[in-house]
Every structure is written in structure tokens, then in C-alpha cells.
């Protein structure tokens, strides 16, 4: 396989990835998903800004969160996001950090 075709293929399953987190199950929880996963739907969006950073592309986090959620990030968290458990914060924390790293 060429590298353009795996590229074009990389970019369809992220495109269908997201669209499955945002369409499909948007009632789970990005909590839930770094728990269980190790990575959510702001990871999604970090990777994507970091992709761009990496082709000399200027993009805020804000702007990353837009492209992955579909709307701004508040409006999501206000349609979406429940509150979550002590216990399902502390394992966040865990995660995040083994994840992700130190909370800045």
C-alpha cells in the first residue's frame, strides 16, 4: 500500500471514530472513556492540534475542540457531560496522569 492511501485510510477511520464518539455514543461519558481507554474525546482533539503544530499550522485548543465536538466545547459539556462519581473522579485522576501526565 502507498503512503497516500494509508494516509486517505488513517483519515477515514479517525473520521469514523469521531463521528461514533459524537453521533453514534455521545452519552458516554470522556470520563468514562479515559478510564476505561486511556485517552477521550479531548485527547482526540490534543492530538489533532499537535498534528497541526507539527505542519506549522497555528491552532488553539479551543479551535482542535471545535473540530472534534462539532460546536463549541461548552455546548457540548452543557448537552452531554453528567456529573461523575468521587470514586469515577479519583480513577480520572489516575488515568490522566498515566495517560496524559501531571495536571497542569
Excluded at 459524537?22 to 489533532?48: A, H, T
Excluded at 492540534?49 to 455546548?75: L, N, S
Aim: charged share 25%.
Amino acid at each position: 500500500m502507498d503512503d497516500a492511501t494509508r494516509t486517505e485510510l488513517e483519515a477515514a477511520a479517525f473520521r469514523e471514530l469521531v463521528h461514533h464518539l459524537m453521533v453514534k455514543r455521545p452519552e458516554v461519558q470522556n470520563i468514562d472513556l479515559m478510564n476505561l481507554g486511556g485517552f477521550c474525546r479531548n485527547c482526540l482533539s490534543r492530538w489533532y492540534q499537535e498534528a497541526a503544530a507539527a505542519r506549522g499550522i497555528a491552532m488553539t485548543k479551543e479551535e482542535a475542540r471545535e473540530i472534534v465536538y462539532g460546536m463549541p466545547y461548552a455546548d457540548w459539556v452543557a448537552q452531554h457531560q453528567t456529573e461523575a462519581s468521587p470514586e469515577t473522579k479519583a480513577a480520572f485522576e489516575v488515568a490522566y496522569t498515566e495517560n496524559v501526565g501531571p495536571r497542569e
